[in-house]
């Protein structure tokens, strides 16, 4: 009898087992299943015309991940263009700039999209898809100010100047001779309100960025300059952040490759028109 119900505690205990393993095995399943069903990219959501925040869905604007606001801008638009060509949903989680590198490393995000330049230094960490932008480094000082006319960055010798910090943003300012530079700033919106403070004279930009500035602030303008920054292309230019050696990239690349650049700047175009008014 003691050895019958042996038996049956032990087929019954190996029973509850196997459920169990199942059960963990379905959870987990699908739980996979989400993830490869969603394309997930970081941004500041803070760097209009690229990307920007907004409360409601309109001009094409993508909820924020756990959020209640809203992602709107060129960065959304090509995401977008990315996740339709994947065959998977967009999902847009709002992240520091100095936070998209880990979040990408750690498995949080899929890509960053976020007007991020594939320079050498960032290569180094994660790797990089083919450019889906290319622009310029341009200055944006207050309009009647002294640095409006400058034609020269050497022009504004002794002016206070910054960019981003961590970008080619901050580091171009030395080539320009006995400029005053700044501490390197968080973000866009944090520059633009230190220029319309006079905390300093200018910031440091790309074109798409200035174009969007003095379009939403009417003090401000955008300097292009016919002696300006010296630059090269992977510090102009703008593509999407993966992990090293991920699936993505080939498959990214793929997409990217059937949109034209009469395309690509007519999604600019719009997204500078678009902008919120408070940005």
């Not at 969603?38 to 959501?45: S, V």
């Amino acid at each position: 009898m003691k050895k019958k119900f042996l038996l049956l505690t032990v087929f019954v205990s190996v029973l509850l087992l196997l459920v169990a393993c199942g059960t963990d095995n379905t959870e987990n399943s699908g739980s996979t299943s989400k993830e490869s069903d969603t394309f997930t990219i970081g941004l500041e959501a803070g760097y209009p015309p690229f990307n920007w925040t907004q409360m409601d869905d309109s001009n094409g604007g993508v909820k924020l991940d756990g959020n209640a606001e809203y992602a709107g801008g060129y960065d959304v638009e090509m995401a977008k263009k990315i996740a339709e060509g994947l065959g998977k949903e967009l999902v847009i989680v709002k992240t520091e700039w100095d936070g998209l590198v880990p979040a990408l490393t750690s498995g949080k995000i899929n890509a960053i999209m976020a007007g991020m330049s594939p320079t050498k230094e960032r290569k180094e960490t994660i790797d990089f898809s083919d450019n889906y932008y290319t622009s310029n480094f341009v200055m944006v000082v207050k309009k009647g100010g002294p640095y409006e006319g400058a034609t020269s960055i050497q022009d504004l010798k002794g002016a206070k100047v910054t960019g981003q910090l961590n970008t080619s943003h901050y580091g171009v300012i030395d080539q320009i001779d006995g400029v005053k530079k700044q501490t390197a700033m968080d973000n866009f919106p944090t520059m633009r309100v230190a220029l319309e403070s006079g905390k300093i004279d200018g910031y440091v930009s790309e074109r798409p960025e200035g174009i969007s500035a003095s379009s939403a602030n009417e003090n401000f303008v955008m300097v292009e300059f016919t002696d300006g920054f010296k630059a090269s292309e992977e510090e102009t230019a703008v593509a999407v952040g993966l992990k090293k050696d991920s699936e993505l990239t080939e498959k990214i690349n793929e997409i990217l490759a059937k949109i034209t650049e009469e395309e690509r700047q007519d999604i600019m175009d719009n997204a500078i028109k678009n902008q919120p008014a408070a940005e």
